[in-house]
């Protein structure tokens, strides 16, 4: 064998990729592709409940569920269906919680409502900028008689905002936490829910309802996408890889190398001549 078929055939014994790395890249196109599929899943869940939740918003207010069905309550089944409910507000136990919304900065005002049968469900009235955070500014909005309102239902938010924890003993409210809320305000048994008001106008203008926003993202597309992408990608080095040394291998026993006349003078055709030998 010839010095240059030595010198080739250890580039391309160098240039394949050990076992356990070939191993190592087919677990992770197999990874990838899970993680590309289950986004597809994602995806084909998340619209469906788009879909789901729209239907709910967009249908006509139906009677608050009775006390009884109030434990099977849940995000899933009944966040943001339209209801509607009768009771007396109870001003004087109100609570603001922190907001932020397309009106500015200000409080989300919840009051309790007592119902007929005794029951008390939190009512999200709406939002109020800082300098109306006092009742006694906006004392035409506060309704003392029986009241019907119709809103959306929601699920209580524990534990505080975002990097931010409720603080009942100074009475800094950064979430809609309906049980912490009714232990700070005594108000004993509530509803595990709170219901947003829509925007029907309250005397005075505040709270200004109809402020609830309803945002699901949906980037699960994208995201497949890139996982098949940098599978399809890993894929195509693999094959450059080991296709390119098979074709390597091919292009040599197909191919003469051109040796000095120097190197095997014996086999000579000529005084000057190289010699001619196929690899082996």
């Known amino acids: 064998m010839s010095?240059?078929?030595?010198?080739?055939r250890k580039l391309i014994k160098a240039a394949r990729p050990s076992p356990w790395l070939t191993t190592l890249s087919l677990l992770a196109i197999a990874v990838l592709i899970g993680l590309a599929v289950w986004q597809v899943q994602r995806?084909?869940?998340?619209?469906?409940?788009?879909?789901?939740?729209?239907?709910?918003?967009?249908?006509?207010?139906?009677a608050l569920p009775p006390p009884a069905a109030w434990p099977a309550i849940t995000a899933a089944s009944d966040e943001y269906r339209h209801v509607s409910i009768t009771g007396r507000p109870l001003n004087d136990r109100e609570t603001l919680v922190k907001a932020v919304t397309e009106e500015g900065p200000g409080f989300w005002v919840l009051t309790p409502i007592l119902r007929d049968d005794g029951t008390l469900v939190l009512i999200n009235r709406g939002f109020v900028p800082a300098d109306k955070r006092d009742p006694a500014t906006r004392a035409d909005g506060?309704?003392?008689?029986?009241?019907?309102?119709?809103g959306l239902l929601r699920m209580t938010e524990p534990k505080g905002g975002f990097l931010r924890d409720n603080d009942p003993v100074h009475d800094r409210w950064f979430s809609r936490d309906v049980a912490a809320i009714a232990a700070a305000r005594n108000l004993g048994a509530v509803s595990p829910f709170f219901i947003d008001a829509d925007a029907t106008p309250n005397a005075g203008l505040y709270p200004i309802g109809g402020l609830t926003v309803i945002r699901?993202?949906?980037n699960h597309l994208i995201y497949a996408l890139t996982w098949f992408a940098l599978a399809l990608m890993l894929a195509g080095k693999l094959f450059v890889t080991f296709g390119g040394g098979l074709f390597r291998r091919k292009n040599r026993r197909n191919s003469f190398v051109h040796e000095?006349?120097?190197?095997?003078?014996a086999r000579g055709t000529g005084s000057d001549a190289g010699t001619i030998v196929e690899p082996t």
């Open 142 to 150: 506060n309704t003392s008689g029986t009241v019907e309102i119709t």
């Open 216 to 218: 699901f993202p949906n």
């Open 3 to 8: 010095h240059d078929g030595r010198k080739t």
């Open 43 to 62: 995806r084909a869940w998340k619209l469906a409940l788009i879909d789901r939740v729209e239907a709910r918003v967009h249908a006509a207010p139906i």
């Open 260 to 265: 000095g006349a120097g190197e095997t003078a």
